[in-house]
């Protein structure tokens, strides 16, 4: 299985084949789109808000704008089969790591 990664604003192959893992990518979440799990149901396709789901040739489910994507997970929601994953980007807060706990005040 081979996985496709695309940034916003690159341009996705025309031809993407059924074991392709494709991962659309913006500054603050991904999406994840395993097309070898579409079963063609449209679910997806009705739930999602900004009308970019579509069915291929090979009847997979394609994003076909993935810069209109509000990454809402509305897809990942609905499907029933774990086709999309929606993830947010982790960012790290300060330069302590992820985490900086500040005491309450007054507190000690």
Partial sequence: MTTLTIKIGEQAPNR????????YEQDRA????????CKSCLLCVEVCPAKILELDRDD??????????????????????????????AEPIGDR???????ARGGR
């Fill in 16 to 23: 993407i084949g059924a074991e392709t893992v494709i991962r």
């Fill in 97 to 103: 790591g992820p985490f900086r706990l500040t005491p």
């Fill in 60 to 89: 997979l489910i394609y994003v076909t704008d993935i810069s209109k994507c509000i990454f809402c997970a509305a897809c990942a929601g609905r499907c029933p089969d774990f086709v999309f994953v929606v993830e947010p980007k």
């Fill in 30 to 37: 991904s999406l994840t789109v395993r097309r070898r799990y």
